[in-house]
Every structure is written in C-alpha cells, then in structure tokens.
T-cell receptor, first 115, second 111 residues
C-alpha cells in the first residue's frame, strides 16, 4: 500500500532562515506527490505537486519541493521563512488501490516561524 | 478559482442525533471526498464519490453514510452521532490530475 511519513511533528525556524519540512514515501510504481498547507481554522490549500519531470518543483508562496527517488523523499523547502508561513503542512501521495484515485496524507508537521 | 463550500463552520449536536454535513463545489468536478481530521492522525478518508449516485467507502466509513444526488453536492450523514465523532470534517473535490481542493471545514462537537 502507498504511504507517506512526516517524521517531525514540529519544526521551528527563525524568520529569514531557510526551512525544510520532511516527507518520505513508500509506493509501488511512479509516485504522484503533493504538499498542502493548513492555516488555523481553515481547510487545506494546495501548494505543489510532483508527477514527472524536474526533480525540483516550484509552488505557491515561494515554496519548492525536491523529489529524490533514491532516498524516497519529497522534502518541502523555502529559502527564507516568514512568520506568516507558520501553519500545518501535509504531504500526500496518490493511491490507485481499487481502481480509484485517492490521496493518502501524512500526519502533518507544524511549522513555527519565530520573529 | 475552485470553490468548495461547506454548510457550517461550527456545529454542536447531541448524542444520538442525525447530522447532515453538506458540501458544494462549483468546478464541475466528478470526484468528491469526505475526510475527518484529528490531531496527530492527519486526514482520514471516510467516503468518496466518482459520479452522481456513486459512492465508495474510504478507510473509516463506520458510523457514516453519504449521498450524492447532484454532481456539485456531496453530503455526509451521521446516522446517530456519538461523542467519538467529534472532529473536524473536511470536504474536497478533485480535478482530472488528482489535485484536491478543500472546503473550509466543519468543526463538529457531539455532546
């Protein structure tokens, strides 16, 4: 079965520093990978996805993610963190079990950016 | 922009009540999903639908049912609410490239 893991419950970073939120995956076949962000009391917002092509994917709000097949990772990155980036981040992988396309989500990582 | 709306942001119900959560999307998406979100557990899929009047069980369907009478509307039904169904409920629809778009969520409290 497809799965993703987010090994860190929380990541703390100072404003202006680079940030990384980690995600590893386990899939059979080629992975479709996604990152979503959830601000307090809101639904999830799509940030970016990897289907094929360049290993570095650029998304919304200055975020990017690096697909690494050998390490089965899809880490989310941003060169310079903002306090407003503080939120809950979810990694997800597409699952095709049963012939239907679904997303399997990680448990989430809370990002706290300190001034 | 894709818009997914949910009928209530906050809802308080009593044990044993029948609860309806409504979700509407305006992008003509065929695929719609209901999740519940609990701290430390991420999002868990309750039910999904790939067409009108079609439904499939997700990972945690027990205690829930769904209805999809029209393409744009997907309803989640708690037949007899219980305290362990207190949670945040998220609805989503997806495009043909599997990107899901979420509503704002309904925070349900069952007393």
């Amino acid at each position: 079965a497809q799965s993703v893991a987010q090994p860190e419950d929380q990541v703390n970073v100072a404003e202006g520093n680079p940030l990384t939120v980690k995600c590893t995956y386990s899939v059979s076949g080629n992975p479709y990978l996604f990152w979503y962000v959830q601000y307090p009391n809101r639904g999830l917002q799509f940030l970016l996805k990897y289907i094929t092509g360049d290993n570095l994917v650029k998304g919304s709000y200055g975020f990017e993610a690096e697909f690494n097949k050998s390490q089965t990772s899809f880490h989310l990155k941003k060169p310079s963190a903002l306090v407003s980036d503080s939120a809950l981040y979810f990694c997800a992988v597409r699952d095709r079990a049963g012939g239907y396309n679904k997303l399997i989500f990680g448990a989430g990582t809370r990002l706290a950016v300190h001034p | 922009d894709v818009k997914v709306t949910q009928s209530s942001r906050y809802l308080v119900k009593r044990t044993g009540e029948k609860v309806f959560l409504e979700c509407v999307q305006d992008m003509d998406h065929e695929n719609m999903f209901w999740y519940r979100q609990d701290p430390g557990l991420g999002l868990r899929l309750i039910y999904f639908s790939y067409d009108v009047k079609m439904k499939e069980k997700g990972d945690i369907p027990e205690g829930y049912s769904v209805s999809r009478e029209k393409k744009e509307r997907f309803s989640l039904i708690l037949e007899s609410a219980s305290t362990n169904q207190t949670s945040m409920y998220l609805c989503a629809s997806s495009d043909q490239r599997d990107t899901q778009y979420f509503g704002p969520g309904t925070r349900l409290t069952v007393l």
